[in-house]
Structure formats: structure tokens, C-alpha cells
């Protein structure tokens, strides 16, 4: 990956990070034993793909760069290393990581991070797409929020 992502770049990295979640959580769903546990990560994979959709509404929205004007070199470059940091940037490593899970706690746990590390990631994105599609972004931001919460209100009551 190139040291500066475009508007465009970030954005596709988004549809990764939504394609790797819906991976991961499918995969959880599928695994674990816990009938609560099971409905959150079935909820979550279905949330991570109508965000996919969402992110690709964007991407075809955008112009060349979509940059917003005050946005420099210096934020894409920022935007650009924390996509090197995010593992949910890579190719299928949702799935990779899913099957090497072995308890639901380590289920709950890399979920609760990686849904915090998106939340970061979008905040970021949402700075660097037009007017237009900031509003969309930070609804996603939300609802990223919102999986975040019923993450860490399962671990609470029942880990």
C-alpha cells in the first residue's frame, strides 16, 4: 500500500473492514454455543453487510480524490498508517481469525477491539469524504458504536 491513501483508497478499506467483519461474525455464529451470544454475532453479520452496500453507495459517489478542502497530505498520510495498523484491512483475515478462536469470551473480547478500531477508522473517513456523504459515515460511526455496546453489555452480565 502507497504512503497516502486517496478519499477513494480509505473508503475501499472501509468495504474490507465490513467484508472481513461480516466474515468474522458469520464464522462466530456458526461456532460458538451460546443461543445469545450466537443471535448478537448473526445480528452483527447482517449489520456488517448492509454497511458494505452503505460504503459502496460512497465510493461510486466520490470523484477522483473526494477530499474535502483542508485536507492535506499530512491527514491521508495519518488515515493511511493506522489502515497499515487495522488488521481487518487485510484480505480474509476475518475468516482466518474466526476459525482460530477457540472460547466465546476470545469471541467477545476481538470483537469488542475490532469494533473499536473501526469506530477510529470511520471517524476518519468521515473527515475526508464530501459534505455530502459525512452524515452517512456518522451514521455508521453510530451503529458501529451501537455493536461496541452489546458487545461489551454481553461480557458484562454474562462473562
Same mark, same amino acid.
Given at each position: ?34 443461543? +445469545?451470544? *450466537?443471535?448478537?454475532?448473526? &445480528? ?6 448492509? =454497511?458494505?452496500? %452503505? !460504503?459502496?453507495?460512497? @465510493? ?8 474535502? +478542502?483542508? *485536507?492535506?497530505?499530512?491527514? &491521508? ?6 489502515? =497499515?495498523?487495522? %488488521? !481487518?484491512?487485510?484480505? @480474509? ?27 477510529? !477508522? ?31 453489555? !454481553? ?5
Amino acid at each position: 500500500m502507497k504512503e497516502i491513501l486517496s478519499a477513494s483508497e480509505a473508503v475501499e478499506l472501509g468495504i474490507q473492514i465490513e467484508k472481513n467483519g461480516y466474515d468474522f461474525y458469520s464464522i462466530l455464529s456458526r461456532k460458538i454455543n451460546d443461543p +445469545v451470544l *450466537v443471535s448478537i454475532f448473526d &445480528l452483527l453479520a447482517k449489520e456488517e453487510e448492509k =454497511h458494505i452496500a %452503505v !460504503f459502496r453507495k460512497i @465510493l461510486d459517489g466520490l470523484d477522483g480524490s473526494g477530499v474535502e +478542502v483542508g *485536507v492535506g497530505n499530512e491527514y &491521508l498520510a495519518y488515515m493511511s498508517s493506522i489502515s =497499515h495498523q487495522y %488488521v !481487518f484491512t487485510e484480505n @480474509l483475515k476475518g475468516r482466518e481469525i474466526a476459525q482460530k478462536i477457540s472460547t466465546a469470551l476470545e469471541s467477545i473480547d476481538l470483537g469488542i477491539g475490532f469494533e473499536k478500531d473501526s469506530i477510529i !477508522f470511520y471517524q476518519g473517513i468521515e473527515t475526508i469524504v464530501p459534505m455530502n456523504e459525512k452524515g452517512i459515515v456518522s451514521e455508521l460511526i453510530l451503529q458501529e458504536e451501537k455493536h461496541l455496546k452489546r458487545l461489551l453489555d !454481553f461480557k458484562n452480565k454474562f462473562c
